[in-house]
Nanobody, 124 residues
Framework: QVQLVESGGGLVQVGGSLRLSCAAS????????LGWFRQAPGKEREFVAA????????YSTDSVKGRFTISRDNAKNTVYLQMNTLKPEDTAVYYC???WGTGLDVLPERYAYWGQGTQVTVSS
């Protein structure tokens, strides 16, 4: 049974930092590209960042470039999202996801497995 479990969310002030983690079980993470998505109340789920199987290639949406960094540790079956200089508009539930294959992708429908999400709230 495949499980992705996010952790690290919480309440932070504007300009603060959080590090999200997503631990995977039931699959060999090195065979999957990984992504982080987020969903704010009343909005659709949106792409945040993705990383290929080796960690050698990453991509993030423009609104988080220079602030968020995605990384992975295949030995620990874990993917991370380091979030710095947080803004109120970053408030959302953050989901990690896994896509079979080596190439990263920005479309949520390409990802087969999802975590339950972790809430990130940035207060002003």
């Amino acid at each position: 049974q495949v499980q992705l479990v996010e952790s690290g969310g919480g309440l932070v002030q504007v300009g603060g930092s959080l590090r999200l983690s997503c631990a995977a079980s039931g699959l060999t993470l090195s065979r999957y590209a990984l992504g982080w998505f987020r969903q704010a109340p009343g909005k659709e789920r949106e792409f945040v960042a993705a990383i290929n199987w080796s960690g050698g290639s990453t991509y993030s949406t423009d609104s988080v470039k220079g602030r968020f960094t995605i990384s992975r540790d295949n030995a620990k079956n874990t993917v991370y999202l380091q979030m710095n200089t947080l803004k109120p508009e970053d408030t959302a539930v953050y989901y990690c996801s896994a896509k079979w294959g080596t190439g990263l992708d920005v479309l949520p429908e390409r990802y087969a497995y999802w975590g339950q999400g972790t809430q990130v709230t940035v207060s002003s």
